[in-house]
């Protein structure tokens, strides 16, 4: 998974971190470049600001409390304000307010807040 963010706090599994980039491969989560220590199990994710993208998000949890570019989730669900860009998803679902693309699902399930 990678979230390019702008300007806020990351909770990973209840750790705040700050940072822009957050990149999870095999369990291990970086932030900004920097290899989280301790981080096991189910990884859920909450953004405190906007959101440029979310690609790849596999099976984790996402919550933003803001804005998000576009999202690409495989069967992980995401909760956001507005979308600016596009929705693609496989399984997961995707609840957030206005789309200003297009939205592509498999199974998954887009809801307006």
């Given amino acids: 998974m ?6 806020g706090t990351i909770s990973v599994n209840g750790s705040i971190y700050a940072g822009n ?10 932030i900004d470049g920097v290899v989280q220590p301790n981080v096991t199990g ?5 953004i405190n600001g906007d959101v440029g993208s ?3 998000a596999g099976s984790s949890d996402i919550l933003v409390k803001g804005n998000v570019g576009d999202i690409s989730t495989g ?7 507005d979308v600016s860009g596009s929705i693609q998803t496989g399984s997961g ?7 200003g693309g ?10 307006r807040n």
Avoid: H, L, M, Q
């Fill in 42 to 46: 189910n990884i859920s994710i909450t």
């Fill in 93 to 99: 679902s995707i609840k957030c307010s206005n789309v």
């Fill in 2 to 7: 990678k979230i390019s963010a702008t300007n």
């Fill in 21 to 30: 980039n957050i990149s999870i491969v095999n369990g291990v989560v970086t």
């Fill in 54 to 56: 979310i690609e790849e």
């Fill in 102 to 111: 297009n939205i592509s699902t498999r199974s998954g399930s887009v809801k």
């Fill in 75 to 81: 069967s992980g669900s995401v909760k956001c304000n």
